[in-house]
């Protein structure tokens, strides 16, 4: 399974952008697919994720209200929407397809695939 993550740039504060990941290869029927975050220094953490048919979508505190996550499984593709950006979602943004393992979706190690990573990056 490979993932490919698009969407990122430069934007003011207070700005949006939409974040796409696209899956290829076969990641089986029904899996989770979430999104990441790591800015310069920290851990990677949690933004949101959809179950496989995008019934069930958890989101980060932070991210609740501005962030919304979206499944085309069509497409084999997720969204993380992104409104109301502030400096401090400056980040590398990484989607994660979660095939195999049962753990909890906020959790990094819950996550089997792994894609490369686009960065968004919100000016003040």
């Known amino acids: 399974v490979q993932l490919q993550a698009s969407g990122g740039g430069l934007v003011q504060a207070g700005g949006s952008l939409r974040l796409s990941c696209a899956a290829s290869g076969r990641p089986g029927s029904r899996y989770t697919m979430g999104w990441f975050r790591q800015a310069p220094g920290k851990e990677r953490e949690f933004v949101a994720a959809?179950?496989?048919?995008?019934?069930?979508?958890t989101y980060a505190d932070f991210a609740k209200g501005r962030f919304t996550i979206s499944r085309d499984n069509a497409e084999n593709t997720v969204h993380l929407q992104m409104n109301s950006l502030k400096p401090e979602d400056t980040a590398v943004y990484y989607c994660a397809v979660q095939a195999y393992n049962g753990g909890t979706v906020v959790r990094v190690s819950s996550y089997d695939y792994w894609g490369q990573g686009t960065l968004v990056t919100v000016s003040s």
């Open positions: 959809a179950t496989w048919n995008g019934g069930s979508t």
